[in-house]
């Protein structure tokens, strides 16, 4: 179904006009409040700043990191607790430099070192969309950061050695479609927040740029040209269907890419997914995965006790041969996501089931059930194992203790 | 004392297939829906998965799918002349509770009736002379005609795998012959079959019949709905009637229809309510709403402009009973409406062993198997036969589940080393040809409250008087006769013959094809409903489910309870919500 | 336990984020809630089996347990086919059955009066299946002893044992306070529900009964077998908790 930008934002639930008011520039009009909400859309702000059965954009939803607990703040128009007050410079300021309007600086939990490069005039139609919103009177709670971590003045120092501030600059050398996909994947889109690795230091390593990264207890996968880690073996098609709809052949949107799918790119104009997907396709593939520590030497007896749990539990979906029913239960042979050198997304599936997100068009919530409960940290290890090194896969062997850990890390969350 | 809620438009009494249909239809004609249910919600993933389904304890014999006999039961006596007595524990029929109803635990066998049936009344009559005394069968007030549109949609939103027999009345081979004309067909090829469906197909050709694939709820391959629901293929896994599908393969509310419903924001589910009873206005002829008490033991009065009845067959007659709504049937007298007609299904098998046979019967579907269509209905001469109304004969191979499939031949201890050699010996190489057949409404067979026994809420227990009468016997009889004949025509070792006899017993599990009760007709003076399911006596009320059959046909009834809810809802929005009052002049 | 960045527009009411498929009849507080715009869904949400921990008698009596031990070796000898009811845990399934919500017979109507009814009427007892067990089992020995110079039914030769359960089955023994054939279709029905229900429940111990007949268990896929008409199948049985392939280890 193809959209244009204004008619893909009424998808989202109405809200209300508020009057002019002074904070406001006075070009604001209809057309921008409109590409405003699109654009708020794209950058998913919904989804961090909305802790669940809350308000929209209220603030006070725990963002975690590596570091601790950061809680993500109201930017509802409220005078006192929301951002009601600050000026258009001050709200650029915040998405261009990563700095508040007191002057104290942001944690890049919120993601302004993509959203450097994000347009004046695209920042002033968020702001302007932003300032439409119902204000909600909220303050979130501290972070739970260790000192020195919970003092701001911290991030001087990391942003002097992080963060280049700077506006997106289109390359013209590549076509137009391309450089839209840059815009939104390096910008509003911040997709290398959770798909590139960090440093110690929870800064980008720039030179694994979306080749996958361990965050929250998932690995969310390379989008780089590997055919066999990255999204080399899916057509730009696959990219857009996978966006707008939450499912395509190869792979389902679970886990927190479930949410934006949801709240994000399904609502997207397939145009600018189109672009997202010409600008992935375009991106170099990274060498040192493929085949690096694939192991194809996976010990007899954890193959033999794979296979037989596999053709007794997950063929029912999955097929002996693999090969699922596409778009309905993904196919493992081949599944890049299943392949990471990085387990830990494969494991958790298998731990506590996944949730095929639910969309308009795919509305029905495909789910694989959890397996906690009846596999040993064995058994998972070999299942995983063997899923990850047949029909042509090839990643590391997986280890009970990794299963173990895993498990361990993921009770204490829940409790 | 009941606190009162804020008004919706639809209030839906039970949440299952019917309400489930009719949730999607009425949101989108714009109502506000709220759906009550007394049991908890249960999905996929969670509460039928498949690493844990498969538990033939747990879910059959501890019936942990079905609605707990502590909560809600009925007594039960063969006739009149007897004292009711409670059923105790589950047996002859499988109610559910929970989200689904008993739409995620049947087998998936969905049939059209005939367009005979429809009009059984005056077409026996017509074709045999009049009907036997104390035989109350009734038209139905829809013909088949009406509803060929209705049993198209349903099909297609389960995802039926089938073949049909007759498009626009051109007969299509490899079908079922004497079906009534359809305008396409089924939305998926039929199953593959397993060996012994085969075997009964090829003898039953030999014998001049013509076999076809059975219709199926279960996928015969991926399926997405009209809807967009997406359903995965079957597996053969040979656990669905009495448990719930694990992958996505058997269509049920939750398969079909609950995820575009629940995503709408005009649609409400309440779980763990329990409905007491239907509210009517001083006049009586106006319903205001429903009571319903929580799990916390709380009563709530729930307003609403329109209240349908998606209960199950038992629990929507004994709301209009305990509610005071229409007349209570009274047998003696013969008048009355609310109760009446109560019928079931008359059911026998014949099974086959062979010695040099592998069955595996553990590979199967709840609809997988190949029928034949010669004797049911009207389809054959009954003249001197000394019965009306027939049923289908089919070999399923369902399942090999052990604590209740290991069949022995005739003769065979039920215990000891004789029988565990004989359970060794016949359990992979036997098969059984089941008949399914119809029964007719009779003066005698009928509901109403008990007076003695009561529920956990203090409401009278339903009492069910029921029993086969000399029709049914008789029908029953004549199709095992004509099943034992294609049995031995399947050259086994030997052949073992199951009849129906004796007084109906409420103990071993039959079917859940309870009919009847709230049945629906032309005429106020003898039906509860009318051919719009909407109550006689109050017009913003009306009652779904099998209970409006008028008397039961020799079919499963899903197919058709799904055709008239479609029905009821096109009659809803089309008619009904421009003029809301009595779709039809008494 | 719910990742908090799933399932936004949800549940109205905090609850259980596992959902509770049984409801009984006792009062579930899971099961009472108002869900709008989604369908509700937790990772690691899973309404899995009870299984039964091995061990000593939970329910039975020294006496009781003799009584059964003997009586299910009768019902489901072991012979050249295979292990008998005994061999395979049958008594220690129907312990564990009876020490639970079947044997307190928790989703029966219980309610009274009280009547004797027809046999299309079914079971109109008073007795949960525990008490009857636990009546029955004392009057069969009783009735034994009578007539046995204080033998019980333990303590009989296997004929003789076959003798009065034969006479139970055909409702020949008269019992105080409990109908013997009652208590023997009961009886054996559970022996078998025992015999061929998955291990996790104490019978069945080992697949064995399974294996005797060619049963594969809980698997969930055929269709590579389906067109296979006539062959044997040729996998092991699998539990609810597995089959020894599973472990690397063997």
Same mark, same amino acid.
């Given at each position: 179904? /193809? *959209?244009?930008?204004?008619?893909?934002?009424?998808?989202?639930?109405?809200?209300?006009?508020?009057?002019?008011?002074?904070?406001?520039?006075?070009?604001?009009?209809?057309?921008?409040?409109?590409?405003?909400?699109?654009?708020?859309?794209?950058?998913?702000?919904?989804?961090?700043?909305?802790?669940?059965?809350?308000?929209?954009?209220?603030?006070?939803?725990?963002?975690?990191?590596?570091?601790?607990?950061?809680?993500?703040?109201?930017?509802?128009?409220?005078?006192?607790?929301?951002?009601?007050?600050?000026?258009?410079?001050?709200?650029?300021?915040?998405?261009?430099?990563?700095?508040?309007?007191?002057?104290?600086?942001?944690?890049?939990?919120?993601?302004?070192?993509?959203?450097?490069?994000?347009?004046?005039?695209?920042?002033?139609?968020?702001?302007?969309?932003?300032?439409?919103?119902?204000?909600?009177?909220?303050?979130?709670?501290?972070?739970?950061?260790?000192?020195?971590?919970?003092?701001?003045?911290?991030?001087?120092?990391?942003?002097?050695?992080?963060?280049?501030?700077?506006?997106?600059?289109?390359?013209?050398?590549?076509?137009?479609?391309?450089?839209?996909?840059?815009?939104?994947?390096?910008?509003?889109?911040?997709?290398?927040?959770?798909?590139?690795?960090?440093?110690?230091?929870?800064?980008?390593?720039?030179?694994?740029?979306?080749?996958?990264?361990?965050?929250?207890?998932?690995?969310?996968?390379?989008?780089?040209?590997?055919?066999?880690?990255?999204?080399?073996?899916?057509?730009?098609?696959?990219?857009?269907?996978?966006?707008?709809?939450? /499912?395509?052949?190869?792979?389902?949107?679970?886990?927190?890419?479930?949410?934006?799918?949801?709240?994000?790119?399904?609502?997207?104009?397939?145009?600018?997914?189109?672009?997202?997907?010409?600008?992935? *396709?375009?991106?170099?593939?990274?060498?040192?995965?493929?085949?690096?520590?694939?192991?194809?030497?996976?010990?007899?007896?954890?193959? *033999?006790?794979?296979?037989?749990?596999?053709?007794?539990?997950?063929?029912?979906?999955?097929?002996?041969?693999?090969?699922?029913?596409?778009?309905?239960?993904?196919?493992?042979?081949?599944?890049?996501?299943?392949?990471?050198?990085?387990?830990?997304?494969?494991?958790?599936?298998?731990?506590?089931?996944?949730?095929?997100?639910?969309?308009?068009?795919?509305?029905?919530?495909?789910?694989?059930?959890?397996?906690?409960?009846?596999?040993?940290?064995?058994?998972?290890?070999?299942?995983?194992?063997?899923? /990850?090194?047949?029909?042509?896969?090839?990643?590391?062997?997986?280890?009970?203790?990794?299963?173990?850990?895993? /498990?361990?890390?993921?009770?204490?969350?829940?409790? | 004392?009941?606190?009162?809620?804020?008004?919706?438009?639809?209030?839906?009494?039970?949440?299952?297939?019917?309400?489930?249909?009719?949730?999607?239809?009425?949101?989108?004609?714009?109502?506000?829906?709220?759906?009550?249910?007394?049991?908890?919600?249960?999905?996929?993933?969670?509460?039928?998965?498949?690493?844990?389904?498969?538990?033939?304890?747990?879910?059959?014999?501890?019936?942990?799918?079905?609605?707990?006999?502590?909560?809600?039961?009925?007594?039960?006596? @063969?006739?009149?002349?007897?004292?009711?007595?409670?059923?105790?524990?589950?047996?002859?029929?499988?109610?559910?509770?929970?989200?689904?109803?008993?739409?995620?635990? #049947?087998?998936?066998?969905?049939?059209?009736?005939?367009?005979?049936?429809?009009?059984?009344?005056?077409?026996?009559?017509?074709?045999?002379?009049?009907?036997?005394?104390?035989?109350?069968?009734?038209?139905?007030?829809?013909? $088949?005609?009406?509803?060929?549109?209705? $049993?198209?949609?349903?099909?297609?939103?389960?995802?039926?795998?089938?073949?049909?027999?007759?498009?626009?009345?051109?007969?299509?081979?490899?079908? @079922?012959?004497?079906?009534?004309?359809?305008?396409?067909?089924?939305?998926?090829?039929?199953?593959?079959?397993?060996?012994?469906?085969?075997?009964?197909?090829?003898?039953?050709?030999?014998?001049?019949?013509?076999?076809?694939?059975?219709?199926?709820?279960?996928?015969?391959?991926?399926?997405?709905?009209?809807?967009?629901?997406?359903?995965?293929?079957?597996?053969?896994?040979?656990?669905?009637?009495?448990?719930?599908?694990?992958? $996505?393969?058997?269509?049920?509310?939750?398969?079909?229809?609950?995820?575009?419903?629940?995503?709408?924001?005009?649609?409400?589910?309440?779980?763990?309510?329990?409905?007491?009873?239907?509210?009517?206005?001083?006049?009586?002829?106006?319903?205001?709403?429903?009571?319903?008490?929580?799990?916390?033991?709380?009563? #709530?009065?729930?307003?609403? +402009?329109?209240?349908?009845?998606?209960?199950?067959?038992?629990?929507?007659?004994?709301?209009?009973?305990?509610?005071?709504?229409?007349?209570?049937?009274?047998?003696?007298?013969?008048?009355?409406?609310?109760?009446?007609?109560?019928?079931?299904?008359?059911?026998?098998?014949?099974?086959?062993?062979?010695?040099?046979?592998?069955?595996?019967?553990?590979?199967?579907?709840?609809?997988?198997?190949?029928?034949?269509?010669?004797?049911?209905?009207?389809?054959?001469?009954?003249?001197?036969?000394?019965?009306?109304?027939?049923?289908?004969?089919?070999? #399923?191979?369902?399942?090999?589940?052990?604590?209740?499939?290991?069949?022995?031949?005739?003769?065979?201890?039920?215990?000891?080393?004789? #029988?565990?050699?004989?359970?060794?010996?016949?359990?992979?190489?036997?098969?059984?040809?089941?008949?399914?057949?119809?029964?007719?409404?009779?003066?005698?067979?009928?509901?109403?409250?008990?007076?003695?026994?009561?529920?956990?809420?203090?409401?009278?227990?339903?009492?069910?008087?029921?029993?086969?009468?000399?029709? +049914?016997?008789?029908?029953?009889?004549?199709?095992?006769?004509?099943?034992?004949?294609?049995?031995?025509?399947?050259?086994?070792?030997?052949?073992?013959?199951?009849?129906?006899?004796?007084?109906?017993?409420?103990?071993?599990?039959?079917?859940?094809?309870?009919?009847?009760?709230?049945?629906?007709?032309?005429?106020?003076?003898?039906?509860?409903?009318?051919? $719009?399911?909407?109550?006689?006596?109050?017009?913003?009320?009306?009652?779904?489910?099998?209970?409006?059959?008028?008397?039961?046909?020799?079919?499963?009834?899903?197919?058709?309870?799904?055709?008239?809810?479609?029905?009821?809802?096109?009659?809803?929005?089309?008619?009904?919500?421009?003029?809301?009052?009595?779709?039809?002049?008494? | 336990?719910?990742?908090?960045?799933?399932?936004?527009?949800?549940?109205?009411?905090?609850?259980?984020?596992?959902?509770?498929?049984?409801?009984?009849?006792?009062?579930?507080?899971?099961?009472?809630?108002?869900?709008?715009?989604?369908?509700?869904?937790?990772?690691?949400?899973?309404?899995?089996?009870?299984?039964?921990?091995?061990?000593?008698?939970?329910?039975?009596?020294?006496?009781?347990?003799?009584?059964?031990?003997?009586?299910?070796?009768?019902?489901?000898?072991?012979?050249?086919?295979?292990?008998?009811?005994?061999?395979?845990?049958?008594?220690?399934?129907?312990?564990?059955?009876?020490?639970?919500?079947?044997?307190?017979?928790?989703?029966?109507?219980?309610?009274?009066?009280?009547?004797?009814?027809?046999?299309?009427?079914?079971?109109?007892?008073?007795?949960?299946?525990?008490?009857?067990?636990?009546?029955?089992?004392?009057?069969?020995?009783?009735?034994?002893?009578?007539?046995?110079?204080?033998?019980?039914?333990?303590?009989?030769?296997?004929?003789?044992?076959? !003798?009065?359960?034969?006479?139970?089955?055909?409702?020949?023994?008269?019992?105080?306070?409990?109908?013997? !054939?009652?208590?023997?279709?009961?009886?054996?029905?559970?022996?078998?529900?025992?015999?061929?229900?998955?291990?996790?429940?104490?019978?069945?111990?080992?697949?064995?009964?399974?294996?005797?007949?060619?049963?594969?268990?809980?698997?969930?896929?055929?269709?590579?077998?389906?067109? !296979?008409?006539?062959?044997?199948?040729?996998?092991?049985?699998?539990?609810?908790?597995?089959?020894?392939?599973?472990?690397? !280890?063997?």
């Amino acid at each position: 179904m /193809r *959209k244009t930008a204004q008619l893909s934002v009424l998808i989202i639930g109405a809200t209300a006009l508020l009057p002019f008011t002074d904070v406001r520039g006075a070009d604001s009009s209809y057309a921008q409040i409109m590409r405003g909400r699109y654009l708020t859309m794209a950058g998913d702000c919904l989804g961090c700043h909305t802790p669940e059965g809350a308000k929209p954009f209220s603030g006070g939803r725990g963002i975690e990191t590596p570091f601790g607990v950061i809680y993500s703040p109201n930017i509802t128009p409220d005078r006192e607790t929301g951002i009601g007050a600050w000026t258009d410079e001050q709200f650029y300021r915040a998405l261009h430099e990563g700095i508040s309007a007191d002057g104290s600086r942001l944690y890049p939990a919120f993601p302004y070192p993509y959203y450097t490069r994000v347009t004046r005039e695209d920042v002033d139609a968020i702001r302007a969309y932003l300032d439409t919103l119902e204000p909600v009177s909220n303050s979130p709670p501290r972070n739970k950061l260790p000192f020195p971590l919970s003092e701001r003045i911290v991030l001087r120092p990391w942003d002097w050695l992080f963060f280049d501030d700077g506006t997106f600059k289109p390359d013209p050398n590549k076509t137009p479609q391309w450089n839209r996909g840059a815009y939104l994947v390096e910008g509003l889109g911040h997709c290398g927040a959770c798909h590139t690795p960090k440093n110690l230091l929870g800064a980008d390593e720039d030179k694994k740029h979306l080749y996958g990264n361990n965050l929250q207890n998932w690995f969310a996968p390379s989008l780089g040209k590997d055919l066999r880690i990255g999204l080399g073996s899916w057509s730009e098609d696959d990219i857009i269907t996978y966006l707008k709809t939450g /499912r395509n052949a190869h792979s389902h949107a679970t886990g927190p890419m479930a949410e934006v799918v949801a709240l994000s790119t399904s609502q997207m104009t397939v145009d600018d997914l189109s672009a997202i997907a010409t600008y992935l *396709k375009d991106l170099p593939g990274e060498a040192q995965e493929a085949g690096g520590n694939a192991s194809s030497a996976v010990e007899g007896a954890v193959a *033999k006790a794979g296979e037989a749990i596999y053709v007794d539990q997950c063929a029912a979906c999955h097929r002996t041969s693999g090969e699922g029913v596409p778009h309905f239960f993904p196919p493992l042979k081949g599944n890049a996501n299943a392949q990471q050198g990085d387990p830990t997304s494969v494991v958790r599936v298998i731990l506590e089931g996944a949730r095929s997100v639910p969309t308009d068009a795919r509305p029905t919530p495909l789910s694989m059930p959890a397996f906690n409960w009846k596999l040993s940290d064995e058994q998972v290890a070999a299942v995983a194992t063997y899923i /990850r090194n047949s029909w042509g896969n090839t990643a590391p062997a997986v280890t009970a203790d990794q299963v173990k850990d895993l /498990r361990g890390k993921l009770q204490a969350k829940a409790e | 004392m009941a606190r009162k809620l804020p008004d919706v438009d639809v209030v839906l009494v039970g949440f299952g297939w019917t309400a489930a249909i009719l949730g999607q239809e009425l949101t989108d004609a714009g109502l506000q829906v709220l759906a009550l249910e007394r049991g908890a919600w249960r999905d996929t993933s969670t509460d039928f998965a498949v690493p844990f389904i498969q538990d033939e304890l747990r879910y059959y014999f501890r019936h942990e799918l079905f609605q707990e006999a502590s909560r809600q039961t009925l007594t039960f006596r @063969n006739s009149s002349d007897e004292t009711a007595l409670p059923m105790r524990h589950l047996g002859s029929f499988l109610p559910a509770t929970g989200v689904g109803g008993a739409g995620i635990h #049947w087998n998936g066998q969905t049939w059209r009736f005939l367009p005979s049936d429809f009009v059984a009344k005056s077409h026996n009559e017509q074709r045999y002379g009049k009907l036997p005394d104390g035989m109350t069968v009734q038209d139905w007030g829809v013909t $088949y005609d009406d509803l060929e549109p209705y $049993y198209d949609k349903f099909e297609y939103l389960c995802g039926i795998s089938g073949k049909a027999g007759n498009l626009n009345g051109q007969k299509q081979a490899g079908g @079922n012959p004497f079906e009534g004309p359809r305008r396409r067909d089924y939305p998926n090829p039929p199953m593959d079959m397993t060996y012994a469906p085969t075997l009964f197909a090829k003898a039953a050709q030999e014998l001049g019949y013509q076999p076809f694939p059975c219709p199926s709820a279960n996928m015969s391959r991926a399926y997405t709905n009209p809807l967009g629901v997406q359903l995965g293929p079957c597996t053969y896994c040979g656990f669905c009637e009495k448990y719930a599908c694990g992958n $996505y393969s058997k269509s049920s509310p939750q398969t079909t229809i609950l995820p575009v419903l629940m995503r709408k924001p005009n649609f409400t589910l309440r779980t763990g309510c329990d409905v007491l009873k239907v509210n009517v206005d001083n006049t009586g002829k106006r319903a205001t709403g429903v009571t319903y008490v929580d799990a916390q033991g709380e009563e #709530w009065e729930q307003p609403a +402009e329109l209240v349908i009845l998606c209960a199950f067959a038992h629990h929507n007659p004994h709301l209009l009973l305990v509610s005071g709504i229409g007349t209570p049937y009274d047998p003696t007298t013969g008048t009355g409406v609310v109760g009446k007609n109560y019928a079931y299904q008359i059911v026998s098998s014949v099974q086959v062993f062979y010695d040099d046979k592998l069955m595996n019967p553990f590979i199967g579907a709840g609809s997988l198997g190949m029928g034949i269509d010669e004797f049911n209905g009207d389809n054959f001469d009954h003249t001197g036969l000394g019965f009306i109304g027939g049923g289908y004969l089919a070999l #399923w191979t369902t399942n090999g589940r052990p604590i209740e499939t290991h069949p022995t031949p005739e003769g065979t201890p039920k215990w000891g080393s004789k #029988w565990k050699k004989a359970v060794v010996d016949s359990y992979l190489r036997s098969a059984s040809i089941s008949t399914h057949g119809a029964v007719m409404s009779h003066r005698g067979n009928y509901l109403d409250l008990d007076p003695v026994y009561r529920d956990i809420y203090g409401r009278p227990l339903l009492r069910l008087t029921f029993d086969y009468m000399q029709n +049914e016997h008789r029908m029953s009889d004549y199709l095992t006769d004509r099943a034992a004949e294609i049995a031995k025509a399947m050259n086994p070792r030997e052949v073992k013959v199951n009849r129906q006899q004796g007084p109906y017993s409420i103990v071993p599990y039959q079917t859940t094809h309870n009919t009847g009760g709230a049945i629906m007709g032309s005429d106020p003076k003898t039906s509860v409903v009318n051919r $719009y399911l909407q109550s006689w006596d109050v017009p913003n009320l009306f009652v779904m489910g099998s209970g409006a059959f008028p008397q039961n046909p020799g079919y499963n009834p899903t197919g058709t309870v799904g055709a008239l809810t479609y029905w009821a809802a096109d009659a809803i929005r089309n008619q009904y919500l421009k003029n809301p009052g009595p779709l039809v002049q008494a | 336990m719910s990742d908090p960045r799933l399932s936004r527009r949800q549940l109205l009411t905090a609850g259980a984020a596992i959902s509770s498929a049984v409801a009984t009849g006792t009062v579930d507080p899971a099961a009472a809630r108002t869900i709008q715009g989604d369908m509700p869904w937790a990772p690691g949400a899973a309404d899995r089996p009870r299984m039964v921990e091995p061990g000593p008698y939970r329910f039975f009596t020294p006496e009781e347990a003799a009584f059964i031990e003997a009586a299910v070796a009768r019902l489901i000898p072991a012979d050249d086919l295979g292990p008998g009811a005994r061999e395979v845990g049958v008594p220690t399934f129907l312990d564990r059955q009876l020490d639970g919500p079947y044997g307190r017979g928790e989703r029966w109507y219980m309610l009274g009066p009280w009547r004797n009814g027809t046999e299309s009427q079914g079971y109109q007892s008073r007795l949960t299946p525990a008490q009857m067990y636990r009546f029955a089992i004392a009057a069969i020995d009783t009735h034994v002893r009578d007539k046995n110079q204080g033998k019980t039914f333990a303590q009989l030769s296997p004929d003789d044992q076959d !003798k009065l359960l034969q006479s139970l089955e055909k409702g020949e023994v008269e019992l105080r306070g409990v109908s013997g !054939k009652a208590f023997f279709d009961t009886f054996l029905q559970n022996t078998v529900e025992g015999f061929f229900a998955d291990p996790i429940y104490g019978g069945n111990q080992d697949m064995a009964a399974w294996k005797m007949i060619g049963f594969p268990g809980a698997r969930y896929d055929y269709r590579d077998y389906v067109a !296979k008409h006539g062959e044997p199948y040729p996998l092991p049985p699998v539990s609810l908790m597995g089959r020894p392939d599973w472990n690397p !280890k063997g």
